[in-house]
């Protein structure tokens, strides 16, 4: 069969190429296996992409990658500014105010009354971050207040990241799993419309564990052309089995091997092969059929 331009190998079969083509198999491909084995595979399809001119934008909660290749390395830790202040980014140009307005509401739990109160005062020059809408004396500010923390302020504080082409955002010396998640929506948004890219998530499950997180997640697993998604997982919960796309099944637990079978409608029987070390299963739907490929992976 044909394969478009930006289709990357996986494996052989059998004297046989299999490749991943996001533009026949789906536009998210979601990779599953234990401990280092989805690192290994995301740095690989990540090189495979740079080889063929997309650039790269990968969030690593695991602190896999070493920044090698990479024009923008935002390191997010719990101890130091991020400037990742919605409002502000607005103003540079990333997203529009209702964006940084919505990211407000997300995080903050504002409803819809407020975050358009909201919205109206960043648009009027009231408010032009998050910490003055803290201190604004409106509804919405007592909201914010409720959960609002140190971390919050450092997160916002500091300059505007310059967001080049090719981006690393390292979680990897973060502990707060409520940074972590909102650090990766206001990003998410910023990065959201961008073509000709590669997005990478490592840990994916780590970044769905907050109401921020799991927000930020559609934003970059929405099919779009000229764009390919890579989420790698140590775990399989239902907010990542529910993407669509296609899944590359690594070596695994036999029951979490199981699981993600039974999640993408293979059905019991010798379509199911047990995956080994060393050994990668495609799993991909076309509108007539289900189709498993094994074959030995070299990454």
Do not use: C, W
């Amino acid at each position: 069969m044909r394969y478009s331009r930006i289709a990357v190998k996986l494996f052989e079969k059998e004297g046989e190429d299999v490749f991943y083509d996001p533009a026949y198999h789906g536009r998210t491909l979601k990779v599953f296996g234990m401990e280092a084995f989805p690192d290994k595979a995301l740095g690989y399809l990540a090189g495979e992409y740079h080889k063929k001119g997309y650039s790269r934008i990968i969030f690593d909660t695991k602190g896999s990658f070493d920044g090698v290749g990479f024009d923008t390395v935002l390191k997010i830790r719990d101890t130091q500014p991020s400037g990742l202040d919605p409002i502000k980014m607005a103003e540079k140009g990333y997203f529009d105010f209702y964006t940084a307005a919505t990211i407000v509401q997300t995080i903050y739990g504002l409803d819809r009354a407020l975050t358009e109160t909201l919205y109206s005062d960043i648009l009027a020059g009231k408010v032009e971050s998050v910490p003055e809408a803290l201190k604004a004396g409106q509804k919405y500010s007592e909201v914010i207040a409720e959960s609002y923390t140190a971390i919050d302020q450092l997160l916002y504080s500091g300059e505007v990241p310059e967001l080049g082409q090719n981006i690393l955002v390292d979680f990897g010396d973060a502990h707060s799993i409520t940074l972590v998640g909102n650090a990766f929506l206001v990003l998410a948004a910023a990065v959201e419309k961008r073509k000709k890219v590669m997005v990478g998530l490592n840990d994916a499950a780590v970044l769905t564990y907050t109401t921020a997180g799991g927000a930020g997640l559609p934003l970059l697993t929405k099919p779009a052309l000229k764009r390919a998604t890579v989420i790698a997982s140590e775990y399989a919960p239902d907010s990542l089995l529910n993407i669509s796309g296609p899944v590359l099944l690594l070596y695994h637990e036999p029951d979490v091997q199981s699981m993600i079978y039974e999640a993408n409608g293979v059905p019991p029987g010798p379509m199911r092969r047990h995956v080994l070390k060393g050994q990668g299963a495609f799993i991909y739907r076309t509108p007539e059929t289900i189709n498993v490929e094994l074959g030995e992976l070299h990454i």
